[in-house]
């Protein structure tokens, strides 16, 4: 059985939130992360998560919640001034309680830090949800691409200025 499933969950992130802290990603993050990147739908290979760690340390977070892995969020600098949000990820039954918004919040932050004066991201076309939640952070539609998944499904790329 998986830690954190059922009732427990929904005390995790409501009565005791202040429980939520985000941090950079760790190896010893390594199989959570790549269980929490295959129950989000991520698909990746798992040597994605090492070369994260490896290349962009400082952009790699975890959302941890009573020692356990919650969500995360792959960022990188692809030009000294732009920063890319690669993946974002929240356990499903941890979804819709503000582990996302807290890991974007933090990842941006840490952007703007760095110099960055431009986030972008790209989205599937029908993940309202993401989309929502990327609006919610002053992200603005900067263009789409067909057939932009190797499923064939459209991308939206989205754009931020810090
Ligand atoms: C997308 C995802 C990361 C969001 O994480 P989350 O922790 O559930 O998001 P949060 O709880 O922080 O934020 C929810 C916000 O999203 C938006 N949102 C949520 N559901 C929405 C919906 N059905 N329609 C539109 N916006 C929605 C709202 O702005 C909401 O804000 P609120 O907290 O004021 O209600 C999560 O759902 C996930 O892991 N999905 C699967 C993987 C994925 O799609 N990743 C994105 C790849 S680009």
């Known amino acids: 059985m998986r830690p954190m499933e059922g009732k427990d969950e929904m005390d995790l992130l409501g009565t005791r939130n202040d429980s939520l802290k985000i941090r950079r990603f760790e190896p010893r993050d390594f199989s959570e992360a790549v269980s929490l990147d295959a129950e989000a739908g991520g698909g990746h290979d798992p040597y994605l998560l090492t070369y ?3 290349n962009y340390p400082t952009t790699f977070l975890v959302a941890e919640v009573s020692g356990t892995i919650a ?74 691409a067909k057939n932009y998944y190797p499923d064939g499904e459209g991308a939206i790329i989205m754009r931020r200025s810090l």
């Open 52 to 54: 994260f760690y490896e």
């Open 71 to 144: 969500g995360m969020v792959l960022g990188f600098r692809q030009s000294p001034m732009e920063g890319r949000i690669f993946w974002l990820a929240v356990r499903s039954g941890l979804q819709g309680q503000g582990v996302g918004r807290r890991l974007l919040t933090e990842l941006l932050e840490i952007f703007r830090r760095l110099g960055v004066v431009d986030v972008i991201l790209e989205v599937r076309a029908t993940n309202k949800r993401a989309q929502g939640l990327y609006v919610d952070l002053g992200f603005e539609i900067f263009t789409t």
